[in-house]
Nanobody, 123 residues
């Protein structure tokens, strides 16, 4: 069974950048879609973006992060990455990575989740 561990969160000023990592242990990884979600206090878990498992590495982003965030993966390292640039205070949330069978914006379609990492953007 795959386990995911996120890292790279922290406190950053508005306009700054952070790079989150998601490392998998055990089970299949290269054939799974990696999704990134976030959840702010009092809000529902929100889709951020996802990357496919195929050679094309297709990506899909929420409109709120398009052009600022970039998702990538390195199957040899069993890792996924979320590069976040031009961060805004409204990006403050706990960020989660997840694995699923296909790209979808629905959290329940992902079956494996990490523990999350806090990202705080100060104004």
């Amino acid at each position: 069974q795959v386990q995911l561990v996120e890292s790279g969160g922290g406190l950053v000023q508005a306009g700054g950048s952070l790079r989150l990592s998601c490392v998998a242990s055990g089970g299949l990884f290269s054939l799974r879609v990696i999704g990134w979600f976030r959840q702010a206090p009092g809000k529902e878990r929100e889709f951020v973006g996802a990357i496919s498992s195929n050679r094309d590495r297709n990506t899909y982003y929420a409109d709120s992060v398009k052009g600022r965030f970039t998702i990538s993966r390195d199957n040899a390292k069993r890792a996924g990455f979320l590069q976040m640039n031009s961060l805004k205070p409204e990006d403050t949330a706990v960020y989660y990575c997840a694995l699923g069978p296909r790209i979808t914006t629905t959290p329940t379609n992902y079956d494996t989740w990490g523990q999350g990492t806090q990202v705080t953007v100060s104004s």
